[in-house]
């Protein structure tokens, strides 16, 4: 017998959104920077590592973010992060099978760790802020980021739904375990988003329709 889903919790960056390599390798590109080496100070670099997490549970602001990235870089820190996101775009098919199953009923809560919302605010730049979803879970608000084992719970508390009952999507493979703990189907998002897409529609549609 078929699980009847009834929640869907989707990450943003690189789900929801085009890859977020591509996004920064243009920005590198724009910014005339040696390639990978903004993904070496994100990733790599103490002084950006530490500052990225601060951000992601609101601990630091994204002015913070940007002062400390643009001086690792050497670039302008003025509105840096609206810089390193601007070639972001929604992902047609991802966004489509979410908009598809919350029309057959399914909650769908978008679940993310977090850029900051000021100055610049990527999720309502984009279309995907609040009024697009039933719920929104950042780390910033939240002051836990994935993939603590409580911001999934907030997820579910936010749906009203139990884990069992919810799919999440996320293009992190170290982002599902904690989810799968608590009951919750996972899908990993690689690079294929009409893959993605028509594994949604197979899970969420049929059982609702």
Not at 62 to 77: H, T
Request: glycine share 10%.
């Amino acid at each position: 017998m078929s699980i009847s889903y009834r929640g869907l919790i989707v990450d943003f960056g690189g789900v929801l959104t085009t890859r977020m390599k591509l996004n920064g390798q243009a920005f590198e590109r724009s910014e005339g920077l040696a390639p990978g080496a903004y993904f070496h100070a994100l990733e790599k670099h103490p002084d950006g590592v530490g500052i990225y997490a601060d951000l992601e549970v609101g601990r630091a602001t994204q002015e913070d973010w940007n002062r400390v990235i643009g001086g690792i870089l050497g670039v302008d820190p003025t509105d840096l992060m609206r810089r390193a996101l601007a070639n972001l775009r929604p992902e047609p098919a991802i966004v489509a099978a979410a908009q598809r199953a919350r029309e057959a009923g399914v909650k769908v809560a978008m679940l993310s760790n977090s850029f900051g919302l000021e100055p610049f605010n990527p999720y309502e730049a984009l279309g995907m802020w609040e009024d697009e979803f039933d719920a929104v879970v950042l780390s910033e608000r939240a002051g836990v980021r994935k993939p603590s084992p409580a911001i999934y719970q907030l997820a579910l508390d936010a749906l009203g739904l139990p884990g069992p009952e919810c799919v999440f999507v996320d293009d992190h493979a170290h982002n599902l375990p904690p989810a799968e703990a608590l009951g919750i189907r996972t899908l990993h998002h690689t690079t294929d988003p009409e893959s993605t897409a028509a594994q949604l529609n197979a899970l969420l549609v049929p059982a609702t329709a």
